[in-house]
């Protein structure tokens, strides 16, 4: 019977690029995937005739340029548009646009605030510092502390030297920053509510955390480090939606002769004399192989598709305590004409970006107090892009895709379970936020696409829905994830390794958790590493 050289459980992105990489290093590589199609939280679906959704993951920034290129995704049909503006509408009527061009952004700071148009060089300088520090750290594995091994005393080495490289006073502010709430950190820069909450959605976005919460100033730090063109900071479309992130990655896998199989759930991982030797399907079918990868989140993998009485107790428990917290929720929207919002100029670029309604710290920190309380947000943050005013390959001529990304939807609604009654509450939290801002906004819909944590875990097996696989909290970054002496994508099981988002450096489409896994795998084969590119400094 054969055996594969690797098996890979689950055919999301991160999934695929370490498939892609094991493939090109000259293995026999497998994708099992449970759904009847890959991508995981990175799908296009057609749901309603002519209408393409970017179910889950939306836009594009984080992903890899590194791994564009070694992977040849370009190549295989991957293009991404620019973002060229945005807005946060004020309930006043009025509105705060974001441009991409750096003087218009300051002109219309300087519409509600001159103090804070000066201040915005200042802000955008102090970010920059800080993703100077962690973005290398982002394409290498995290050091174990406790080792003596050189790999491991020579990345805390690295460490020591870049944070050695900071002033006294570089080095005091960037560990203030690692721990400090973002509205903290906004008020030292900011006065106006709008242009706060402006920058702060980028702190609470996938976070089961308010604005007030320590940890969030962090969070901001990760949705900036992407890239689109070697912009850095921008954000963009895939055109075809998210799926053509990993359609492509698919294409570039087989075009290098790797096997994906769909509609293939895993039942659980074999394990024989403490190592992995294959997987178990839900039907019983036993598929072989010399190593298995889980791209699924760290509890999925440790508590669902393992055996107990194959971990550690200290590892079992502390994957037990790993903090995965669902608090989002996503609501698609077929449209059949693009929605009016009375406060823009007519053919603005903001429409051609990320729109909000949230426009104060406050309303922000309220809908995060509605999530402790164990119900979905009265008044929620939405995320808002129309994606077919670039992309107009995702709709009909003249229609358009909407999609809203919502914070905050808890787990479970009072402790309970999701009904279909509250997921039709939960969108009707949503449509009428947006009725709000754009008369006649509900006579334009032909379909929508309502999913709370209960359906994102459903489909996607994120678990609670929490669409970073963990908190990207500062005792669950680096070293400490997924648990602390399990950072290098190995695990107590032989031959098993992890490649998901529980991993270093967390979630969001990036795919370096999927390099940086099938680097350390490839390095325990003692196979070459060569065509994989190092992180390159763009900032």
Same mark, same amino acid.
């Given at each position: ?26 293995? $026999? ?39 564009? /290129? ?32 750096? $003087?218009? &952004? /300051? ?7 001159? /103090? ?12 920059? /510092? ?225 729109? &909000? ?11 995060? $107090? ?133 991993? &270093? ?18 390095? $325990? ?15």
């Amino acid at each position: 019977m054969k055996a594969w050289d690797a098996i890979i459980i689950g055919g999301g992105h991160n999934g695929l690029v370490n498939a892609c990489y094991l493939q090109r290093a000259g293995l $026999d590589v497998l994708v099992v995937e449970k759904n009847d199609w890959v991508g995981g939280a990175a799908t296009s679906r057609e749901l309603t005739p002519g209408f393409l959704y970017s179910n889950c993951s939306y836009v594009c920034s984080l992903f890899r340029p590194e791994i564009m /290129r070694d992977l040849e995704l370009p190549h295989f049909g991957l293009q991404v548009i620019s973002y060229e503006g945005g807005a946060v509408f004020t309930r006043d009527g009025d509105y705060l646009a974001n441009y991409r061009d750096h $003087d218009a &952004h /300051r002109r219309e700071f300087a519409r509600f605030s001159k /103090r804070d148009a000066e201040a915005y060089d200042r802000y955008a300088r102090d970010v920059t /510092r800080q993703c100077r520090f962690i973005q290398p750290l982002l394409m290498r594995t995290a050091p174990d502390p406790t080792s003596l091994r050189p790999r491991d005393l020579g990345e805390l080495l690295y460490l020591g030297k870049k944070f050695a490289g900071l002033s006294a006073e570089e080095m005091a502010l960037t560990l203030r920053f690692w721990t400090m709430s973002i509205s903290e950190f906004l008020d030292e820069y900011f006065e106006t509510d709008v242009i706060k909450a402006n920058f702060a959605l980028s702190g609470i976005i996938g976070t089961a955390l308010g604005p007030m919460s320590p940890g969030t100033a962090y969070v901001l730090l990760h949705h900036y480090m992407g890239e689109v063109d070697g912009s850095v900071g921008a954000w963009g479309y895939a055109r075809g939606g998210m799926g053509a992130v990993t359609k492509a990655l698919a294409a570039s896998f087989k075009a290098s002769g790797g096997t994906i199989r769909t509609g293939a759930e895993v039942d659980h991982v074999l394990v024989q004399r403490g190592k992995a030797r294959g997987v178990v399907l839900a039907g019983g079918e036993e598929i072989y192989g010399k190593l298995v990868v889980s791209n699924a989140d760290v509890k999925r993998t440790f508590l669902n598709l393992v055996e107990e009485k194959e971990l550690p107790d200290i590892f079992l428990r502390r994957v037990k305590n790993f903090k995965i917290r669902g608090s989002s929720g996503k609501v698609n929207i077929a449209l059949d004409s693009l929605p009016e919002f009375p406060a823009l100029p007519k053919d603005s670029p903001v429409y051609r970006g990320d729109m &909000h309604f949230t426009d104060s710290m406050e309303r922000m920190e309220r809908a995060y $107090d509605d999530w402790k309380a164990g119900r979905w947000s009265a008044d929620p943050f939405l995320d808002m892009v129309i994606p077919t005013t670039l992309d107009p390959t995702m709709a009909p001529p003249g229609k358009h895709f909407m999609s809203c990304f919502v914070q905050y939807a808890p787990p479970k609604i009072g402790g309970r379970e999701w009904t279909d009654a509250d997921r039709d509450g939960f969108a009707e939290s949503v449509i009428s936020q947006i009725a709000e801002y754009s008369p006649g906004f509900r006579g334009r819909i032909v379909h929508m696409e309502v999913r709370t944590p209960r359906e994102i875990e459903a489909e996607v097996g994120l678990t609670e829905g929490n669409i970073f696989q963990g908190e990207l909290t500062f005792d669950q970054l680096l070293f400490n994830r997924p648990v602390p002496g399990y950072a290098q994508y190995r695990s107590p099981v032989g031959g098993l390794y992890m490649c998901g988002s529980s991993t &270093h450096p967390g979630g969001g489409v990036m795919g370096a958790p999927g390099r940086n896994a099938a680097a350390e795998i490839l390095r $325990d084969l003692a196979k070459s590493t060569s065509h994989m590119s190092p992180a390159h400094d763009v900032i």
